[in-house]
């Protein structure tokens, strides 16, 4: 979201909180700043949701607020090229040329660009590449603040990439206490689903690769990543893993253990808000907040994660599990994995990873030019993993050494060794490792691409 933002954000948040909404909404739309129409347009995406500009508006937001789904468009463009916007000698605008997809066309008699719907992702690399603001993705935060007010049960599901990203010195379970403290009923590491999958995807590796001549392109956990291969290098989608992403692993066994439970994902990255709304996976995520989403709400309501005591849980989740936030963290995992149940395989897994849309096409290159000597990749999105996503708070170089310190500080090193980990896939029916590869018995982590 762009800074010019933030204030209008603020203000929205707090008169929601604080029941004043409509009030405040009206004194918004009386802004010089902006034309009505597109002020409204900026409202509607700042509140998550789409309303059209005329009729009782307030009526009809307020109304789109409580009935949210995750089933509407996510990423738009809220108004016209300014002059500013210049186009470069390959012909096209920063946004333009920022998109993996080549989603966003220009009108040739007028010179705006315009989001072609068929082609978009909602991956958001617009957002951030456009530096007046011309596009916007869809603000989850009021809501996020109606859900906590109307439901009893609401679990916050927390990226790997999270550590570190609220201050070096706060830990999780002290983020645990601020999510409580915002009407949370409890928070939970994604990394622990990281962790169920691994060993998915080890059976996966053991059962489809035989030689080096073979190959495996794991799924996990970028959207970003299966939307290239879905849209670009379409002849390798026969080699991508079966499997969700962590994500959609710990909302489906969330809500497979908890009646009555809503959960939302908080992460750094604008994709996933896109892969909540994919046709297979809607209802599994209710809410995705971003990292910079999540400062806003804490700024607003004044929680300060540094200042609050620790709610204290269990150990439950394994070191792989928690570097999948970097760059060849799920590689790494997946590898150790392999070497801990198929010993006889651990030479034969050559693996290979890239971050960044620049280098995922260019490994994804190579793999259809045949001229690569692995047989498991994968891709990130973004440079340096998900540590580098477009709403992080901090430098990648910085959530990077975060990731790093905290996973390997786990007790538990492979996902494997988790007791508890082993427990719950029991709860879920998979009575021992094996089981994974029954279609039946996993469709929990299954999906078809």
């Not at 909602?122 to 456009?130: E, Q």
């Not at 959207?223 to 692993?249: E, F, Q």
């Not at 994902?265 to 995705?288: N, S, T």
């Not at 996503?389 to 007790?411: L, Q």
Request: hydrophobic share 35%.
């Amino acid at each position: 979201m762009h800074k010019k933002y933030n204030d209008i954000l603020t203000k929205l948040i707090s008169s929601y909180y604080n029941n004043t909404f409509d009030e405040e909404i009206n004194n918004i739309i009386k802004s010089e700043e902006y034309s009505e129409e597109e002020i409204k347009s900026i409202i509607s995406s700042l509140c998550g949701v789409s309303v059209k500009s005329d009729g009782d508006y307030i009526y009809n937001l307020k109304k789109a607020i409580t009935d949210y789904s995750v089933k509407n468009k996510l990423v738009e463009k809220i108004s016209k090229c300014s002059s500013s916007c210049h186009t470069g000698n390959d012909g096209k605008t920063a946004c333009q040329r920022s998109c993996p997809f080549d989603a966003i066309l220009k009108d040739p008699i007028s010179s705006n660009t315009y989001i072609n719907t068929d082609l978009c992702t909602d991956c958001g690399v617009c957002v951030t590449t456009c530096h007046d603001g011309r596009y916007l993705d869809k603000i989850e935060l009021i809501p996020l603040l109606d859900l906590l007010k109307n439901n009893t049960k609401v679990i916050a599901a927390v990226a790997p990439a999270i550590i570190g990203q609220f201050g070096d010195t706060i830990t999780m379970d002290q983020l645990r206490t601020a999510f409580i403290k915002m009407g949370f009923t409890d928070m939970i590491e994604v990394a622990f689903a990281a962790d169920m999958l691994t060993i998915k995807e080890a059976f996966e590796f053991n059962h489809h690769v035989k030689s080096t001549d073979d190959l495996l392109i794991t799924s996990c956990c970028c959207p970003m990543w299966i939307g290239m291969i879905k849209g670009v290098y379409n002849d390798l989608v026969k080699h991508v893993t079966p499997s969700v992403s962590p994500m959609i692993a710990a909302a489906r066994v969330i809500k497979t253990l908890n009646e009555d439970v809503k959960v939302v994902f908080i992460g750094p990255c604008i994709a996933k808000k896109a892969e909540a709304r994919e046709k297979d996976l809607i209802g599994d995520v209710d809410l995705v907040l971003t990292f910079e989403e999540l400062q806003g709400l804490f700024n607003t309501l004044n929680i300060k994660p540094a200042s609050l005591p620790e709610t204290i849980s269990g150990e439950y989740t394994s070191r792989g599990g928690r570097i999948y936030a970097r760059a060849n963290g799920v590689t790494t995992a997946i590898s150790e994995a392999v070497s801990e149940l198929f010993p006889e395989k651990s030479n034969l897994f050559i693996g290979k990873n890239a971050s960044g849309v620049k280098e995922c096409k260019a490994l994804l290159n190579e793999v259809i030019g045949s001229s690569c000597d692995y047989n498991f990749i994968e891709g990130m999105g973004c440079v340096g993993g998900c540590v580098g996503g477009p709403k992080r708070i901090i430098a990648v170089e910085e959530g990077t050494k975060s990731v790093t310190d905290f996973a390997y500080s786990s007790p538990i090193k492979i996902a494997t060794h988790s007791d508890i980990l082993v427990d719950l896939f029991k709860r879920l029916g998979i009575e021992n490792f094996e089981d994974l590869l029954d279609a039946e018995k996993t469709k929990i982590f299954h999906r078809t691409f």
